[in-house]
C-alpha cells in the first residue's frame, strides 16, 4: 500500500485538474526532504519519466504520461513551478506562494492509497480513508451529521463525486448507512463501518469487510 497526499489549500489555489497539480508540487517541494544537506524546498533534477514512475500500479500509471507533462506545463505557465535546465535535465522549484500553503500549519493534508485509486477511482480513495477515519473519531464509531459541503471542499472534489464514492463504499460492504438520532438543517447523512451479519445457527460472519486502510486527513505540514 502506498499513500499519497496532497494540501488541500494548494488543490483549491491551483484550480482546475488542482489534486493532479497538488500532488506534483507536493512532490517537488519534499523532494529533498530527506537530504540533510539540502533540505525540503530545494530545488529538484527531475525528468518527467520519474514523475510517471511515482504514479505507477503494477506498470500501469494512475495518470497518463501526456496528463503529467500538460499540467507541469500549466503549473509552470501558471508561475506555481519554477523551471529551468541543468545538464539538459529539468530543475523544478516550488513558488514562494505555494511554499507558504504548504508549510502553513493549520492546512488540511488529504490522502489516499495509490492503488484504491487506481481500481476504483481518486474520489472513492480519498472518500474511503476520509469516511472510515471520521467514523472511528466518532462517538460510539458512528458518524451523524456528515456536512456534504465541508467534505468537498477539504477534500477538493464535488458533490456528485462524493455520492457516487459512498454509494460504491455502500455496495462494496465497507460502510452502512444508519439513520440520523438528531434533526438537523439542510441536507445531512448518517453512516457506520460495514458489519456482517451473523448466521445465528452457525455464528460465523456471511461476508466480511474489506481491509481497513489508514486516517484520511491531518493537520500539519505534510509528511512523506
Not at 500553503?101 to 490522502?111: A, E, R
Not at 471542499?153 to 460502510?175: C, G, H, M, P, W
Request: proline share 3%; charged share 25%; glycine share 4%.
Amino acid at each position: 500500500m502506498r499513500t499519497i497526499y496532497f494540501n488541500s489549500s494548494v488543490a483549491e489555489r491551483c484550480g482546475k485538474n488542482g489534486i493532479i497539480k497538488a500532488v506534483l508540487l507536493n512532490y517537488v517541494y519534499n523532494y529533498h526532504k530527506r537530504n540533510i544537506r539540502k533540505g525540503a524546498g530545494t530545488p529538484a533534477c527531475i525528468q518527467l519519466s520519474e514523475f510517471v514512475y511515482q504514479y505507477k500500479v503494477d506498470e500501469k500509471g494512475l495518470w497518463e504520461r501526456s496528463f503529467i507533462h500538460r499540467n507541469l506545463k500549466k503549473l509552470t505557465d501558471e508561475r506555481f513551478l519554477i523551471k529551468t535546465t541543468e545538464d539538459k535535465v529539468p530543475t523544478y522549484s516550488v513558488s514562494s506562494e505555494i511554499v507558504q500553503l504548504l508549510t502553513d500549519k493549520t492546512c488540511k493534508i488529504v490522502s489516499f492509497d495509490l492503488e484504491m485509486a487506481y481500481v476504483s477511482g481518486i474520489h472513492v480513495a480519498i472518500m474511503h480513508r476520509f469516511l472510515l477515519h471520521a467514523i472511528d473519531q466518532s462517538p460510539h464509531s458512528t458518524l451523524y451529521n456528515l456536512q456534504i459541503d465541508k467534505v468537498a471542499e477539504v477534500n477538493r472534489l464535488s458533490k456528485s463525486q462524493i455520492y457516487r464514492a459512498i454509494s460504491f463504499l455502500e455496495d462494496t460492504k465497507v460502510i452502512s448507512r444508519c439513520k440520523t438520532r438528531v434533526k438537523f438543517h439542510g441536507r445531512t447523512l448518517g453512516m457506520t463501518r460495514y458489519k456482517p451479519e451473523f448466521d445465528k445457527s452457525l455464528q460465523t460472519p456471511v461476508k466480511r469487510c474489506q481491509n481497513d486502510l489508514e486516517f484520511s486527513i491531518v493537520d500539519g505540514p505534510i509528511v512523506i
